[in-house]
């Protein structure tokens, strides 16, 4: 069976947006996991979809130009990244979408479709978020791994993905390694 691995960027007290919604401490939203030989199907949620569709079209059509959402350039490795998504089919968990603009983009209704999508021959599958989701998945034993990159940042009342998890969840530590300055990678097998 494939392994459902969520992977997020988070603050040390477990965020993974601020208060005004969205990460601003995150420099570039490429995998920096090593997930990427892996996976071969990425799963979000409704919510995260449009945002998300949104960044990587406009780094798709104009690589070389200012992101509208950071006013930054796109980064190196978000340009690897764009890549691989190009070729590699989405999924996006949601009862309220009617329509998603990408091609290699289908939608599934319930969590029973992710454990179907987890029974079918392939690589393993990667979890992108958004936090409800991932906490949503955890508690329906879905998640096999969980893998953080771990900013030197308290951001304080904001979301993440483990605000409602319902019951304990026992970790075995995978891997741990600094990716950056003050950032650290780690990465527990969901017991």
């Not at 890549?83 to 983009?105: D, I, N």
């Not at 690589?123 to 998945?137: P, Q, R």
């Not at 605000?163 to 969840?169: E, V, Y």
Request: aromatic share 8%.
């Amino acid at each position: 069976m494939r392994k459902l691995i969520a992977a997020m960027k988070l603050s040390l007290d477990g965020r993974s947006e601020g208060p005004e919604g969205y990460a601003d401490w995150v420099d570039a939203w490429s995998e920096d996991y090593g997930l990427m030989d892996r996976v071969d199907a990425c799963l979000l949620g409704g919510r995260m979809y449009p945002g998300y569709e949104q960044y990587w079209t406009a780094i798709r059509q104009a690589p070389d130009q200012p992101l509208p959402m950071t006013g930054r350039l796109p980064h190196p490795a978000e340009l690897r990244w764009s890549e691989f998504l190009q070729r590699t089919p989405h999924y996006v968990l949601s009862t309220t979408l009617k329509t998603v603009g990408w091609p290699q983009v289908q939608l599934l209704r319930h969590a029973d479709a992710v454990r179907d999508l987890k029974a079918q021959p392939g690589k393993d599958i990667y979890l992108m978020g958004g936090a409800g989701l991932v906490g949503s998945m955890l508690d329906a034993g879905l998640v096999d791994e969980l893998h953080g990159i771990v900013y030197p940042l308290l951001v304080g009342p904001a979301k993440g993905p483990f605000d409602r998890l319902s019951q304990r969840r026992e970790l075995k530590l995978l891997d741990q390694r600094q990716v950056g300055e003050g950032l650290i990678h780690l990465a527990y097998q969901i017991r």
